[in-house]
């Protein structure tokens, strides 16, 4: 028995020795840039795998009113200090406008009022957290996809960039301001759409007024708040960070699938 | 009871028990799941509460959650599960980084990286689970082709027998393995349990993994039914890792109590030593 007791305090001991050698050297792994480059593969995996069998247009679930969150949670930027942010919510937004350039045919701004009358698309849907959370809210908005056939994209667009009015991370380049981008596939589903309505209300400062973008198969981070101006663009590399967005800058996935 | 054994140099019979594919298939799998755990706690810190349905954030009641609370001049980490609280201050819900006590679901020594980032703690997440998906497939395809699930897996007739099942678990608690020809097979307990992780628990694991993803929700809306919700599948996925740990706790006693040079040996070269013992009273 005694010869048992010592073979397994040796192996105790030294499986705790090499996960304790391991795990510190672990952090010197995570840090290097060749490992976080091989990790990336993973990234287009899932991004390949679920387009394959999402095809383009496989739609989010909807819920119904029965199953709205009672209290949905706001994350990120609750209220932009941005002067001229400040100014638009005092004003109701009534001067605020949305601009949409980059590789359009026809550039254009619409004020909040255009905007809401506009053909729209309520959906019941479920917001979905990098964290692990979930809410599920009511969102009215115009469909992106209807917008860009609008403005008709040029040729070489590829990417729909947001930019908005939270500078999220205070910084001397600028390079904290929230942003996000979506690839074609996303701008055009049916379930894309520019939110200034939530449970039946005009959007709140906290949620993003006066409009949201909503990519319903993707989480949380990708729906931007606070949005200023929807920019058409042929790669990523020129933004802030050059990999798509406020999130994607600081090491997060920009196929936010999973 | 094997213990240490000189292997084939007593002269014990020696039988070619695990094949090439099914021992690579196996480090494979400890290797990733040793970083699927402990970078999935690195993701569950990220928001250290569990619930149950299609929805829940901070407002709504959760199932398990932990928390750091001041009480007075110190912090205590609190765990609730249910309407019950433990105060698991240094483990969970408030440990110590860096010798600073710190508000933590689960402390640096369990997560992939040590420090709280949860975007590299994705990062080993998905690519270890993409790794294991495959080795899971690979491993699939081997054992139903070359009749390894048949031969080495299923139960033979009798086996399920209440009567036979209740000796080998008595065998069992009082660390008694088979010998002779009896341990030239799993025995039943072996049988089903590796059944339950390999068709049951795994399988688990990657659907309600799977459920919580927003995109793969719209390919497979039916996950979200099957398992009540986003929520839900989170706290299952939560529930058999912890099933799954409790599974290679017990495995890795076993291997050990039973002979932990010949287990190994057999896992790393495919052959194991069959201890002939003296059967009396032993066995049956």
């Excluded at chain 2, 140099?9 to 970083?35: D, E, K, Q």
């Amino acid at each position: 028995m005694s010869r048992i007791l010592t073979r397994r305090r040796f192996l105790i001991g030294a499986t705790m020795a090499a996960s304790a050698l391991g795990l510190s050297g672990c952090d010197a792994l995570v840090e290097s840039d060749r490992t976080k480059s091989v990790l990336k593969i993973a990234e287009g995996f899932s991004m390949k795998t679920q387009r394959f069998l999402l095809g383009d247009n496989a739609l989010a679930r909807e819920f119904t009113e029965a199953d709205l969150s009672p209290v949905f949670r706001a994350n990120g930027t609750s209220m932009p200090d941005n002067p001229q942010y400040l100014d638009w919510m005092n004003r109701q937004f009534s001067t605020w406008k949305l601009e949409i350039g980059g590789l359009v045919d026809k550039p254009m701004q619409l004020s909040l009022a255009e905007l809401k009358v506009l053909p729209a698309r309520t959906q019941i849907t479920r917001h979905d957290c990098v964290e692990g959370w979930s809410a599920i809210g009511k969102w009215t908005g115009v469909p992106l996809g209807a917008l860009l056939k609008t403005v008709g994209l040029k040729p070489e667009a590829r990417y729909i960039v947001f930019h908005c009015a939270d500078e999220y991370e205070k910084s001397l380049d600028g390079s904290g301001w929230y942003y996000e981008s979506i690839d074609l596939v996303d701008a055009f589903h049916p379930q894309t759409i520019l939110a200034h309505t939530m449970n039946g209300r005009d959007l709140e400062v906290a949620h993003g007024a006066p409009l949201r973008l909503r990519v319903e198969r993707q989480l949380g981070y990708k729906q931007a708040k606070y949005l200023t101006r929807i920019e058409a663009v042929a790669d990523l590399g020129r933004l802030y960070g050059g990999n798509g967005g406020f999130w994607e800058d600081r090491g997060y996935e920009w196929y936010a699938g999973i | 009871m094997a213990t240490i054994d000189a292997g084939v140099a007593t002269g014990r019979p020696v039988i070619y028990r695990h094949s090439l594919l099914v021992r690579l298939s196996h480090w494979i799998n400890v290797f990733c799941m040793t970083v699927l755990l402990f970078s999935g706690l690195q993701i569950f810190n990220a928001h250290p509460s569990l619930y149950w349905g299609q929805y829940g954030a901070d407002n709504d009641p959760s199932f398990i959650s932990m928390e750091a609370v001041q009480d007075g001049d110190r912090a205590e980490g609190l765990t609730h599960v249910g309407s019950l609280t433990f105060n698991t201050t240094g483990f969970l819900g408030l440990s110590e980084v860096d010798g600073e006590a710190t508000e933590r679901g689960f402390p640096d020594w369990l997560t992939i990286p040590s420090y709280q980032d949860l975007a590299s703690g994705r990062r080993w997440h998905f690519f270890f689970a993409w790794l294991f998906v495959i080795n899971g497939f690979i491993y699939l395809a081997y054992g139903l082709f070359s009749r390894h699930f048949r031969r080495d897996l299923l139960p033979a007739r009798g086996e399920l027998m209440p009567a036979h099942i209740g000796h080998e678990i008595v065998n069992h608690a009082r660390l008694r393995f088979p010998k002779g020809p009896e341990a030239r097979h799993y025995n039943t307990l072996q049988k089903l349990t590796y059944v339950a992780v390999i068709f049951l628990l795994l399988p688990l694991m990657i659907l309600t993994g799977l459920t919580m993803s927003p995109g793969f929700n719209a390919v497979a809306p039916w996950l979200l039914d099957v398992f009540g919700g986003r929520q839900s599948a989170r706290t299952i996925h939560f529930l058999t890792a912890f099933s799954l740990t409790a599974f290679v706790v017990v495995h890795v006693a076993m291997v050990i109590l039973s002979g932990v040079f010949n287990n190994l040996r057999s896992m790393i070269t495919g052959y194991y030593a069959i201890d002939q013992g003296d059967t009396k009273g032993d066995k049956q």
